[in-house]
């Protein structure tokens, strides 16, 4: 145990990026120091110096400070050497490496918005929702939802049987799907996923509540 790096995870209370990679830690058993920041303070010149982005999650590991949420995600699971999490072979790397990259660019950078619009704004006192990006948001779920929808019909999680790291990323925002306007009726496949990553232990665990962030 003596070799096992100090790790250190600075996040917001409710980031669903911090979440994703909480679930990580939680589901490979590390013990991580998490450091919950005000979401105020990340705009400070000090949280600046920790992430110049001005955004969490970060990860310590020795000086060493590693940011983006997805990266952070391969490096814990590499780190432990959970095959399983995270798979060894070309495909099943370049499987995750498609999912992440698609949930960021696409899938979640439209939900994700829609969830900081309809309930980040007014919690965190930003005025109001605004239309145009709303409705922006709507566009693109139901862009991109029917490309998930169609993956999903035959399989339990994104690579197959297996969770994966890819799964937690893609599943991000699932507990807000009953809070923003977006219609998931035409999607079973979908909501099926997301309900089974919703019903995992450690999922359960990290993310028992909608929270009012979306960074």
């Known amino acids: 145990m003596s070799n096992v790096p100090m790790l250190k995870l600075h996040t917001v209370a409710g980031s669903p990026n911090g979440r994703k990679v909480e679930a990580v830690i939680a589901h490979l058993g ?10 105020g303070e990340l705009a400070s010149p000090a949280f600046k110096a920790i992430n110049p982005n001005g ?10 400070r590693l940011t983006e949420s997805n990266a952070i995600m391969q490096y814990l699971a590499e780190m432990a050497g959970d095959e399983r999490l995270y798979p060894r072979d070309a495909r099943g790397r370049a499987e995750v490496a498609r999912w992440q990259a698609w949930e960021l ?18 919690l965190l006192k930003l005025g ?10 709507q566009v693109g779920l ?5 490309v998930l929808e169609a993956h999903m019909k035959d399989r339990s999680f994104l690579l ?12 991000t925002f699932e507990s807000y799907r009953t809070i923003t306007p977006f219609d998931w009726s035409p ?9 089974r990553v919703h ?6 665990r990290v993310s028992a509540k909608p929270e009012p962030v979306a960074v």
Do not use: C, Q
């Open 128 to 137: 109001p929702a605004d239309p145009v990006a709303v409705a922006e948001a």
């Open 142 to 146: 139901a862009r991109f939802a029917p």
């Open 55 to 64: 955004m969490v999650p970060v990860l310590a590991v020795e000086g060493y």
């Open 187 to 195: 999607f079973p496949a979908v909501n099926a996923y997301l309900d």
């Open 30 to 39: 590390l013990k991580v120091e998490i450091l919950r920041h005000d979401f």
């Open 199 to 204: 019903a995992t232990e450690v999922w359960r």
């Open 160 to 171: 197959g049987d297996n969770l994966t790291i890819a799964d937690y990323s893609v599943a």
């Open 105 to 122: 660019v696409h899938f979640n950078r439209a939900f994700g918005a829609l969830a900081f619009e309809i309930v980040a704004k007014p």
